[in-house]
C-alpha cells in the first residue's frame, strides 16, 4: 500500500468516526416528558452545545388557590425569577436549560439548568438511557455539587398534546 492510499483510508476513517460520533451525541435531541407529566421539554442543539426549553404545559393557567402567584386562569409565568424584568415572561417557550458539553458515552455535562419553580439555577448534567428513550437529568448546587437532585425523563409517546389541557408553542389557539 502507498503512501496515498493510506491517507485516504486514514481520512475516510476518521470521516465515519466524526460522523458516528456527532449521531451519538445527538442522541439526545428530541421531546421529553418529566416524571410529574406536566410538561414536555424539547432538548435541541443551541451552536456546539445542547439546550432545552418547556413546548408544552398541562393546565397552563393558576388555579384560584394560587392568586398571590398569578391572576387566576392566565397562563403561568416567571414568577420565581431573582430578575424582576422576568418575572412576566411566560414559562411556556422558556429555554431552561443551556450549555451542555457532549463528553462520549451518553453523558453530557457542564450545563445550567433554571428551575422556575424556585427561579434558582443549577449546575447539571445528564445521561442518556436506553437508546435515547430516557434522559437522566441532575440538577446540583454549583458550589456543593454532591448536594442536587435527578429525575428521569422519558421520550414523549402516547401523549395526546390536541387535548385541550396541553398549551403549546406550535398550538394554534381555538
Given at each position: 500500500?502507498n503512501y496515498r492510499h493510506a491517507l485516504c483510508i486514514g481520512l475516510v476513517s476518521i470521516g465515519i468516526t466524526?460522523?458516528?460520533?456527532?449521531?451519538?451525541?445527538?442522541?439526545?435531541?428530541?421531546?421529553?416528558?418529566?416524571?410529574e407529566k406536566d410538561a414536555v421539554i424539547e432538548i435541541f442543539k443551541c451552536g456546539d452545545k445542547y439546550c432545552?426549553?418547556?413546548?408544552?404545559?398541562?393546565?397552563?393557567?393558576?388555579?384560584?388557590?394560587?392568586?398571590?402567584?398569578?391572576?387566576?386562569?392566565?397562563?403561568?409565568?416567571?414568577?420565581?425569577?431573582?430578575?424582576?424584568?422576568?418575572?412576566?415572561?411566560?414559562?411556556?417557550?422558556?429555554?431552561?436549560?443551556?450549555?451542555?458539553?457532549?463528553?462520549?458515552?451518553?453523558?453530557?455535562?457542564?450545563?445550567?439548568?433554571?428551575?422556575?419553580?424556585?427561579?434558582?439555577?443549577?449546575?447539571?448534567?445528564?445521561?442518556?438511557?436506553?437508546?435515547?428513550?430516557?434522559?437522566?437529568?441532575?440538577?446540583?448546587?454549583?458550589?456543593?455539587?454532591?448536594?442536587?437532585?435527578?429525575?428521569?425523563?422519558?421520550?414523549?409517546?402516547?401523549?395526546?398534546?390536541?387535548?385541550?389541557?396541553?398549551?403549546?408553542?406550535?398550538?394554534?389557539?381555538?
Amino acid at each position: 500500500m502507498n503512501y496515498r492510499h493510506a491517507l485516504c483510508i486514514g481520512l475516510v476513517s476518521i470521516g465515519i468516526t466524526a460522523s458516528i460520533s456527532a449521531q451519538e451525541a445527538d442522541a439526545a435531541l428530541g421531546k421529553y416528558i418529566p416524571p410529574e407529566k406536566d410538561a414536555v421539554i424539547e432538548i435541541f442543539k443551541c451552536g456546539d452545545k445542547y439546550c432545552g426549553k418547556t413546548i408544552c404545559i398541562k393546565d397552563n393557567a393558576y388555579p384560584e388557590k394560587d392568586k398571590d402567584k398569578g391572576v387566576p386562569g392566565t397562563p403561568y409565568l416567571d414568577h420565581n425569577n431573582e430578575d424582576p424584568k422576568l418575572r412576566t415572561r411566560p414559562n411556556l417557550g422558556m429555554q431552561f436549560i443551556s450549555g451542555f458539553n457532549y463528553e462520549g458515552e451518553g453523558l453530557y455535562k457542564n450545563g445550567k439548568i433554571y428551575n422556575p419553580r424556585d427561579g434558582k439555577t443549577y449546575c447539571g448534567k445528564f445521561t442518556v438511557l436506553e437508546g435515547g428513550q430516557k434522559l437522566d437529568l441532575k440538577g446540583t448546587l454549583c458550589s456543593l455539587t454532591f448536594i442536587g437532585k435527578t429525575n428521569t425523563w422519558t421520550r414523549l409517546s402516547g401523549v395526546n398534546l390536541d387535548d385541550p389541557r396541553w398549551d403549546c408553542v406550535d398550538k394554534k389557539k381555538k
